[in-house]
């Protein structure tokens, strides 16, 4: 079921995802040779209960009786997605991390959403709305060839931005990263996909980064009101991955370097807003 936001709850996205666009820019601020995905951890989880929301990845039911065990995933190099910030592992120069960060915000009661003329949202026991967002940075000095990684998976990101306007199909956003990304001589994940979001975590529909075809029944039209999470996640070599042996982390297949952007957008009658910008 695909859900559609009202003014007053994508305003209130929009002021958390604010929030969280300030906290991932401090955490990539401090990536450098020798921190500690630790020291990370420890800084996602300090600002995002200090803002007063909750971690919205820490504890997550991935399935199969495993819960994702941090706030902030940590993805290094030939990791594509899921990379847990524990135990700490140490950042080396010429690696490249994706920093994916998913916050509830704000946490509240019913009678403090009223009190406060705030939405409350009835699927979250905290009464909060959900963020998501990614970035992957170099680690120190890094090679031509992973910037060219980086500026490319973030171009398809603004692609695919472009493209999520009402009127238009998921198909519309999924074609457009793909011929780019293809075009720059990348390849998409296409095991993983995006997904709405706000008032959970992860939620229909899909929202792919490649071609699905215009006759699919996944290709939903985009309406006024729904809120997605748009995020290419772009390998160096082949497009296949695999699973690690914790059962949540996502490898490249060929071990080649994965990279991995991504907002929370919410389309509107004229355009679109994307909730996770500073």
């Not at 996205?13 to 921190?35: T, W």
């Not at 060219?148 to 603004?158: S, V, W």
């Not at 996909?193 to 959970?200: C, L, P, Q, R």
Request: charged fraction near 25%; include cysteine; charge should be negative.
């Amino acid at each position: 079921m695909i859900y559609i936001k009202t003014k007053d709850e994508i305003d209130i996205l929009r002021q958390g995802g604010k929030i969280l666009a300030n906290i991932l820019s401090k955490i990539c601020q401090e990536v450098k040779p020798g921190i500690s995905t630790a020291e990370l951890e420890k800084m996602a989880v300090e600002l995002i209960l200090e803002s007063g929301g909750s971690p919205a990845f820490k504890d997550y039911d991935m399935g199969d009786d495993i819960f994702f065990p941090t706030a902030l995933c940590t993805s290094i190099n030939n990791e594509v997605v899921h990379g847990s910030a524990l135990p700490g592992r140490i950042l080396k120069s010429g690696d490249i991390i994706g920093l994916d960060i998913g916050m509830e915000w704000p946490i509240q009661t019913k009678e403090e959403a009223e009190k406060n003329n705030r939405p409350f949202n009835p699927y979250s026991k905290n009464g909060g709305f959900f963020t998501d967002t990614c970035r992957t940075v170099g680690v120190g000095k890094i090679n031509n060839e992973a910037k060219k990684l980086l500026r490319i998976t973030r171009q398809a990101l603004d692609i695919g931005l472009s493209k999520a306007i009402a009127g238009n199909t998921l198909n519309d956003i999924g074609r457009a990263i793909e011929i780019y990304v293809k075009k720059n001589g990348f390849s998409v994940v296409r095991d993983m996909v995006g997904h709405g979001v706000g008032y959970m975590a992860h939620e229909d529909p899909n929202v792919f980064n490649f071609e699905i075809g215009q006759n699919s029944p996944e290709n939903e039209l985009l309406e006024s009101g729904m809120v997605i999470a748009i995020e290419p996640m772009v390998n160096q070599g082949k497009y296949g991955v695999r699973v690690s042996k914790n059962g949540y982390t996502i490898l490249t297949s060929d071990n080649s370097l994965s990279a991995h952007f991504e907002h929370s957008v919410a389309i509107l009658n004229k355009g679109n807003l994307i909730i996770t910008e500073k």
